[in-house]
């Protein structure tokens, strides 16, 4: 069982940098891949970003790649994500989550349905 709080969610101005954390509970935090997720009103849930348990392997929606950035703290049980170059169509709620994908191919990554443990989630806004 793994338990996911996220922080650092805000309302920031366009051009403007946000870090996010996932902080877990449990001790097998290291051997679960972990993804951050985000849900806009009366929109699906998207896929933003994932990580192997390793931090081998990092996999980002083409929306944000180049802005964003995973990466985790085993050691903190803590997953981050530093956001910069925020843009207005960034405004979310975001999502950690953690779970098994198999294989370790951007297919499974990316598919929320592949996680079994979610966090509550943090609201980002980011003003024009």
Known sequence: QVQLVESGGGLVQAGGSLRLSCAASGRSFS???MGWFRQAPG???????AISWSSTLTYYADSVKGRFTISRDN?????YLQM?????????GYYCAAGRPSPS???????SDRYDYW???TQVTVSS
Do not use: C, H, I
Not at 105 to 111: G, R, T
């Open 105 to 111: 191919q951007y297919y499974y990554y990316s598919s």
């Open 31 to 33: 051997t679960y891949t």
């Open 43 to 49: 929109k699906e849930r998207e896929f933003v970003a």
């Open 84 to 92: 910069n170059s925020l843009k207005p169509e960034d405004t979310a």
């Open 119 to 121: 966090g509550q989630g």
């Open 75 to 79: 050691a903190k049980n803590t997953m």
